[in-house]
């Protein structure tokens, strides 16, 4: 299998976006970059960066790897992503709105109710009810892998909280600190506004009307979260208070918090806990990490809860797969950036065709996340072929399957010098009430394993800073 | 037009005031076509209301805190409401697609036994309405109404296999049956007007099935089937869970007992000329 390598078109050649950087990654200055490598650690455990994997005995802390060598996109590829994310993030929203209210989309059958009505990311509590402004998906993250030159495929959307944001930032903070001289060689676009675009999209959501004085604060469900750095991160940065269950009351029927000076109303939680754990009045019963009542005070309009509840609907690897005509039906335009095919190993015929095919596939958990639950068919033993079969026999609905794809590389930066890895991207989309901000780059997470497809910082994937460069 | 006077008394004790105390209730009767409120009021000592919202099934909910350091708390939710006489049919407006109320729910889930059961009906050629009332008639025949040998999160299949509960899980059974028939049907929470008892312990529970071009029909299988102007619905909901009168949490709170009383008695039969 031959792979799109983003920095060399060929042995001679260059392509053009990396070709400034590589003139200066190989000037005589550059000699010792690699013994730079454990400065980049360095700064990252300075400034506390660390990741909790799920699944091992102790939870200890890890340094996700960062590679010192950028990914870069061009201006224009850029600017074809961006239309693609921004595209794809309204046509969700459509969706999310419609799903909750009058179902035009299953009236329409372009989507099965059975699809809806089986799925435990549905919550009924939002049927009926408009959030405020409309607005469901606050923050989403899009997956993105690139197969060649022209094509950018969509690998899955985020947008019940995703994560990986507090990364894009440090990445670059973290370039700036170690080569401060190549930011005025070569034009990129910044990326350390995130927090004030977030916190400006935030307050935009405010309930009654955009209000520059409303009360933002971020809900974690504390410091044993695999993401709590990132949630105290953010909070910091967009000077915001950092808020847990404990923190929060119901007082003169609003959300507030605990100070100091007595409690403030809350107008706009960015929460970090999952839609079960939001309320153990509507959800889970014995969740101690959300608000009890939260829900009813949305529900009468007086708090702005980011992302919605009920988000999780549009991001089912299920749903993924019709996406394409959620875009066409939401927007009457095509999809700009195309799914990866994908069979619903619930239909019988797709289950047919996945079994005398796995080999050659990709077979993930339609609720599974973080790279956890799945068979990579091509570097599967015969073994876990034959486990994964019997599963998928017992339960076919919990799966889905997509061709192994040949993922584009970006070299790293080893001892014996460059050499390519598996990347794939996550921008990062802000939806205000009249705009969509998409965040330059996004996070590249990369493959750190010689022919590994797993990305996943869980999996041993580690992340590069991205670049998108100034038009020239 | 009948109007009944409707008095619900909840009572809370505790021996250490709770630190937190919160509760969601659905104590104003729901209105429809059949039913609509003429007076209605929710009386709170120790404790404040903090929000009215109408949730996801149409239901008026009214979200209260405990004051704090108090040790007895008591919500009374009292009114009139008067009943149309109807054949226990009622259409709503809630935006909930039918189709889901065929989602089976954690306390409605069939299990073998229930499913076994349900077989005996999947073949008959009948109308959908005498479909359903077999069932009801059915399940009335086998079940015992019976106090204390089920508790507040006993599914429907461990009530099936005991053959035995109080209205709550007869109507539980009687919705794991419906759905898995594939009818829509929903829960019901409300009273019972009774002529020979007006002082009642608890609230009433019921089901409702929706049959298409009629509506949704209102089915007690506790009683005498049919649901008719004795009937005052409370809130409705795909299980207890979300039809549930009241629903709190209390933190760290002391041995907490609750007393309730209900009052239901008709007071005039208005003749419309």
Redesign the interface.
């Known amino acids: 299998m031959s792979f799109f390598d983003e920095m060399f078109a060929d042995s001679e050649t260059t392509r053009s976006c990396y070709r400034k950087y590589y003139s200066w990654l190989n000037s005589p200055e550059q000699k010792n970059i690699v013994k730079r490598k454990d400065e980049a650690e360095n700064v990252f455990r300075r400034t506390g960066i660390t990741f909790n994997v799920y699944s091992e005995k102790e939870e200890t802390e890890k340094l996700i790897p960062f590679d010192l060598i950028p990914r870069i996109l061009g201006d224009e590829e850029w600017r074809m992503i961006k239309k693609g994310v921004e595209q794809r993030v309204r046509a969700i929203n459509s969706f999310l709105f419609d799903i909750y209210h009058q179902q035009e989309i299953i009236k329409a059958n372009i989507i099965p109710h059975g699809l809806i009505n089986q799925n435990d990311a549905f919550l009924p509590e939002m049927i009926g009810f408009t959030p405020p402004n409309g607005i469901y998906t606050h923050i989403a993250g899009i997956d993105l892998v690139r197969t060649s030159e022209k094509e950018f495929l969509v690998l899955e959307d985020n947008v019940r909280t995703p994560s990986g944001v507090s990364y894009m930032i440090e990445n670059r903070e973290t370039m700036y600190n170690m080569f401060p001289e190549l930011f005025s060689k070569i034009k990129v676009r910044s990326v350390t506004e995130y927090p004030s675009e977030l916190i400006k999209a935030l307050k935009a959501s405010h309930p009654h009307l955009a209000d520059e004085n409303c009360t933002v604060a971020v809900l974690t469900p504390g410091i044993y979260n695999s993401a709590y750095f990132e949630h105290s991160f953010l909070a910091d940065q967009m000077g915001v208070e950092l808020v847990e269950s404990q923190d929060l009351q119901i007082v003169d029927g609003k959300v507030a918090m605990r100070t100091t000076q007595g409690y403030k109303t809350i107008d706009v939680l960015y929460r970090r806990v999952d839609d079960m754990f939001l309320d153990p009045l509507s959800f889970k019963e014995d969740s101690r990490l959300g608000v009890p009542g939260i829900m009813d005070i949305y529900k009468s309009g007086s708090i702005t809860i980011a992302n919605a509840p009920g988000t999780g609907i549009a991001d089912d690897k299920a749903i993924y797969s019709f996406m394409p005509k959620i875009i066409k039906f939401y927007t009457g335009q095509n999809a700009i950036l195309k799914n990866v095919e994908t069979w619903r190993c619930s239909e019988k015929d797709h289950l047919q065709y996945v079994l005398q095919n796995i080999a050659s596939l990709v077979i993930k958990e339609v609720h599974g996340s973080g790279g956890y639950g799945m068979l990579i068919g091509p570097t599967a033993s015969k073994k876990e072929i034959s486990i994964f079969k019997s599963k998928l026999l017992r339960n076919p609905s919990n799966y889905i399957a997509q061709p192994t794809l040949s993922l584009s590389t970006v070299p790293i930066l080893k001892k014996s010098g460059l050499t390519p890895r598996h990347v794939d991207l996550r921008p990062f989309a802000l939806v205000s009430p009249n705009s969509v901000f998409v965040t330059p780059g996004g996070l590249t997470r990369v493959a750190l394993k010689k022919g590994s497809l797993v990305v996943n910082s869980s999996q041993g994937g580690g992340t590069k800073d991205t670049w998108v460069l100034e038009e020239e | 037009m009948i109007e009944v006077a409707i008095k619900n008394f909840v009572e809370f004790e505790f021996s250490k005031p709770p630190l ?1 105390g ?1 509760q ?1 209730l659905r104590l104003t009767p729901k209105e429809n076509e059949k039913q609509k409120i003429i007076t209605w009021d929710i009386i709170l000592k120790g404790a404040r209301k ?4 109408f ?2 099934h149409g239901n008026f ?1 009214c ?1 209260l ?1 405990f004051e704090k350091d108090i040790k007895t708390i008591s919500i009374s939710a009292e009114g009139v409401v008067g009943i149309r006489q109807t054949i226990g049919v009622v259409n709503d407006l ?4 039918y ?2 109320f ?2 089976h729910t954690d306390l409605a889930k069939p299990g073998r036994s229930i499913r076994e059961f349900c077989k005996q009906f999947s073949d008959d050629i009948v109308s959908d309405l005498d479909l359903v009332y077999d069932v009801a008639k059915c399940l009335k025949k086998l079940l015992t109404y019976s106090i204390g040998t089920t508790k507040i999160d006993t599914t429907a299949e461990e009530a099936f296999l005991l053959k035995t509960g109080v209205c709550q899980d007869f109507s539980h059974i009687f919705i794991s049956c419906m759905r898995e028939l594939n009818y829509p049907a929903r829960y019901v929470s409300g009273y019972l007007k009774m002529n020979d008892k007006e002082d009642q312990e608890a609230t009433h529970a019921w089901t409702e099935v929706y049959v298409n071009n009629l509506g949704w029909v209102g089915i007690d299988v506790s009683n005498n089937i049919i649901v008719d102007e004795n009937y005052i619905v409370l809130a409705t909901g ?1 299980d207890y869970k ?1 039809a549930k009168p009241l ?3 209390q933190f760290e709170s002391e041995n907490n007992s609750i007393k309730t009383a209900i009052k239901v008695q008709q007071q005039s039969l208005r003749v419309k000329i």
């Not at chain 2, 903090?50 to 919202?53: A, L």
């Not at chain 2, 809630?94 to 697609?97: A, G, H, K, L, V």
């Open positions: 937190y919160i969601r903090e929000t009215e919202y949730d996801h909910c979200l805190t809630s935006e909930i697609p189709w889901l065929k989602r795909f979300d629903h709190g949490i």
